[in-house]
């Protein structure tokens, strides 16, 4: 291979290939550092014709190739797999916004670009760029279109594939598909962007994206509830769904378990009633006028009448806004704080949310008890982030031995819902098990004919998504 | 083919096996009466399992399937094209509705259910399915989304692909995929349902989809303004874009002399005043308040003040709104009474329309002097209606051995403005000689790849989409 690392190095700027130890470490380990495997090297590229030239040099000598945004995936499918012979292939010198166009508005940025530097690209120029997570700061908008992320606030404008209109890739032999378009129609055959988008990088390299921008808003109404139960919750999303409609940009339940290591560990956790359930909800507008504080509060009004909702509070300053929205951000840090727990991303449809909770509370008292649930989630995507702490006075690694029975478990109780086994965290490496076990032989042929129709030789990011036939 | 006829009858109900000229003939000519092939015969299933039987047979005996909804496409993708051997499969008879949830704001109907029966089974329930068109009547729904149709509400609530959740499909191979999912989040594997959306029956036949349903909408809030040209009205556009949001259900454009072709042959087609260009408007809210109708006036003040709109009028009561409404459908109903015209439904990033516009203008001056202009369209999605009318006492026929050479040329104008030669309309058979003349070898190649990894036998809708390689 060293003569891989040669060409690699002849085509390549300085610095750009990465072959120490201590250099290829960051690269090497996943964001929740649960896996690990040698590259051959890392590349950094900085232009779409180098990624087409050193996907040529890698089909060449044999090396496959595994593409890396900014390493925040939560499923391993950025980094190595066991079997050697990859070479990792960042994206984080492709960092150039091209083009912006206010009059269509569109972005069109390289893979490299944060996310946080798209928002805020848009925010300079008077526009909102709507996906927002967690990882903004770090993960890369490559990485964000091929894992089709979701975040926060998908259910009034879609997860990442609903802001791409194009795409530039790089395909497995080294040819670049320039599809970069910035149209709001386009019916000329295949739209072939949608197998890119949420592929995890099996297909080809994702070097350039053009992106829908929304209106900027200027106003925001926003407000914690607190429920009788997660029922109570899920009432009260759809009495703001279908009054306000598309208005409805973030709508996300806390269970009280939930809440209650938030407020542990995080200064800033406090909620300002104790409840049940919660359940914190935002309209935004885009006018002048107060509508959505209005609508808001008549929802809000509504619901502690009827019993919907048991208390609530609306934000009266920005500064209290902020106050309620880091209570949402302070559930998963409370967790973590507290000792971590098995991490579940499942999705049911939205009625089958309160019996899924309960199927999971009767499974561990079933079968797994005095281990904890910890239940938080996108309520109007009917996505939950079900977590199993362990029991009081046990660490994580005390459940090591049991982890793959647990998550075989709750994702069939997803499952047998009609749900799905990974909403929004995709499947990489961590959830292989998930697709050989709730996944039919028809589905498995197609995405395996797709993988085989574009990339025969098999060389972009081997063991991900699709378990071996 | 006897044979075939006869295996057919024997899995299908009586009167299900069509093979008489005047029963098959309604079925072999497009939408527009340009197209006319015979089929072997046409087959009416009325379960998933038949249509699986159906094809088996099919690939056994060596001939072809069209799948056909209910035949209103406009480019002829749904009618057999030349060459013989093909069965036309009709979803007319699979017309349940599968189910409605409520909470999840989802239905599933079978492929052959009308985009009207939709959106009426929406509006009985309470709730909006928010894809509309001319011929919602009698489309499909199977057809709409393996079009993936547009209309007039695409800017706010997106095309056909937006509202699909899941598709149950059979697959070249007989086999069925039930990926029927009421999912809003599913990253597990590659999103299979995008490839049959939009993919013009090549790849597998819909059978039956979940779709999204939205919010009733309970107030609306309706215009025409006039501007001084067609840059007046992508500014006009802009400023309710910016201030409305998601609220901008619709924006159409139409110029002078298609609205004067509506006034002249449809008598509920008289504009209330007369303009360079008009824009029709209508905002959508679902709460209780005025919200939308003090939006609407602010802009509209506003754009009279600077100039932007030189006159303008608001609906002030529902049939005033439907008066509004009924002059944009009598704009193409004009067209036609007034003998037609070379059709093109072009989308170009919005900020080049008006450059798109005068370039039309050049090129009918500069090579076909005396040939009339009539554009309308969906202004909010950059996509373009360019209807070229023979000269004045001229009929379309005289014009009939120059239209390729005039579409090739619009097309060309869109295309060389990173635009689309086919918004909304699809390929189809009339759009081939675009596919060959403006797509990337990169581009035919990946979709020949799909088509030959799903359809190796290209058993399915053969002479559409993908010109010959």
Partial sequence: MTDLVTQLRDILPANAVLTDAADRAAF????????????????????????????????????????????????????????????????????????????????????????QAVQEAAEARGKKFPVSLGAEGTAQIGGVISTNAGGVQVLSYGSMRAQVLGLEVVLPDGRIWHGLRALRKDNTGFDLKQIFIGGEGLLGI????????????????????????????????????????????????????????????????????????????????????????????????SALKDGTATDAVIAQSDRERRD???????????????????????AVPLGAIPETVAAVEALLAAKYPDCRLN??????????????????????????????????????????????????????????????????TVELDLMRALKRAIDPQNLLNPGKMLPEA
């Avoid at 590229?45 to 925040?72: D, F, M, R, Y």
């Avoid at 109780?413 to 076990?437: K, P, Y």
């Fill in 28 to 115: 090497e380990t996943d964001w929740r550092k649960l896996y690990s495997h040698q590259a051959l090297c890392v590349v950094l590229p900085e232009t779409t014709e180098q990624i087409s030239e050193i996907i040529k040099l890698c089909a060449a000598s044999g090396a496959k190739i595994v593409p890396q945004g900014g390493n925040t995936g939560l499923v391993a499918g950025g980094v190595p797999a066991a079997g050697g012979n990859q070479v990792i292939l960042s994206l984080a010198r492709m960092r150039k916004i091209r083009d912006f166009d206010p009059v269509g508005d569109t972005i069109t940025v390289e893979a490299g670009v944060t996310l």
């Fill in 206 to 301: 994702i070097t350039a994206a053009c992106l829908k921008l929304s209106p900027a808003v200027t106003e925001h109404a926003t407000a914690l509830a607190g429920t009788a139960s997660v029922e109570g919750a899920l009432k009260l999303f759809q009495a703001l769904r279908d009054t306000a409609g598309a208005a409805l940009t973030l709508c996300e339940y806390m269970s009280g378990p939930a809440m209650a290591l938030g407020a542990a560990h995080v200064r800033a956790g406090q909620p300002p009633f104790a409840a049940p359930a919660y359940v914190l909800a935002e309209l935004s507008g885009h006018g002048a006028s107060d509508h959505v504080a209005a609508t808001l509060e008549a929802v809000l009004a």
């Fill in 324 to 346: 309620l929205l880091v209570l949402r951000e302070a559930v998963p840090e409370g967790k973590l704080k507290e000792g971590g727990a098995i991490k579940h991303d499942i």
């Fill in 375 to 440: 239940v938080f989630g996108h309520i109007g995507d009917g996505n939950l982030h079900v977590n199993i702490r362990p029991p009081a006075g046990r660490t994580l690694a005390d459940l090591a031995d049991r982890k793959a029975e647990i998550t075989t478990d709750v994702e069939a109780l997803a499952v047998a819902r009609a749900g799905s086994f990974s909403a929004e965290h995709g499947i990489g490496q961590m959830r292989l098990a998930g697709m050989q076990a709730h996944k039919s």
